[in-house]
T-cell receptor, first 113, second 113 residues
Framework: DAGVTQSPTHLIKTRGQHVTLRCSPI?????VSWYQQVLGQGPQFIFQ???????GRGNFPDRFSARQFPNYSSELNVNALLLGDSALYLC????????????FGSGTRLTVV | GENVEQHPSTLSVQEGDSAVIKCTYS??????FPWYKQELGKRPQLIID?????GEKKDQRIAVTLNKTAKHFSLHITETQPEDSAVYFC????????????FGTGTRLQVTL
């Protein structure tokens, strides 16, 4: 069974641009969450989606948005990129709405220049 | 919201010694406390977790203890090995359908020969 897959693995963008990150959960997992991990810090919660609906949102500006598709894959979109958006973006999936049994993907390393 | 503090930020032990990492949390509604290991450039991997109805849990060389009254929990690694070298993160999460993990700032563990 494949784990949580994220694409792309690395990305370089210019300030002001827009970026879309993609995540495919483990087969059978219906919940997808997104986290931002700035270098040297712990991951910070951005969104949780379950059954294609937003179920939780962290303290991030409206420039950050996400959605979940009928096959439970997910996209994270960030508009008007800032230098401070440079980070590792992690996707995690779990079977249910609850938090137990999170599995993280390897992440997308976003660099904003 | 929840706030998780983690100490120490760095920890160096000799191979075979024990290592202890401590975390405190602020939200009494939190009831799930996982620990993640993150090697350089890799995804966080769940190594052990504990729920609030349990005081201690052990898995081979790894154990976690929870004191709900004092709102702190600890990771204990015995007989450390060089492959235990990594950054360890604690996290806390409340029960509920839109739960999210709040992570500590991480502990860099170095096991020396």
């Amino acid at each position: 069974d494949a784990g949580v897959t994220q694409s792309p693995t690395h990305l370089i963008k210019t300030r002001g641009q827009h970026v879309t990150l993609r995540c495919s959960p483990i087969s059978g997992h219906k919940s997808v969450s997104w986290y931002q991990q700035v270098l040297g810090q712990g991951p910070q919660f951005i969104f949780q989606y379950y059954e294609k609906e937003e179920r939780g949102r962290g303290n991030f500006p409206d420039r950050f948005s996400a959605r979940q598709f009928p096959n439970y894959s997910s996209e994270l979109n960030v508009n008007a990129l800032l230098l401070g958006d440079s980070a590792l973006y992690l996707c995690a999936s779990s079977l249910a709405r609850g938090n137990y049994g999170y599995t993280f993907g390897s992440g997308t390393r976003l660099t904003v220049v | 919201g929840e706030n998780v503090e983690q100490h120490p930020s760095t920890l160096s032990v000799q191979e075979g010694d024990s290592a202890v990492i401590k975390c405190t949390y602020s939200d009494s509604a939190s009831n799930y406390f996982p620990w993640y290991k993150q090697e350089l450039g890799k995804r966080p991997q769940l190594i052990i977790d504990i729920r609030s109805n349990v005081g201690e849990k052990k898995d081979q060389r790894i154990a976690v203890t929870l004191n709900k009254t004092a709102k702190h929990f600890s990771l204990h690694i015995t007989e450390t090995q060089p492959e235990d070298s990594a950054v360890y993160f604690c996290a806390a999460s409340p029960a509920g359908t839109a739960s999210k993990l709040t992570f500590g700032t991480g502990t860099r563990l170095q096991v020396t020969l």
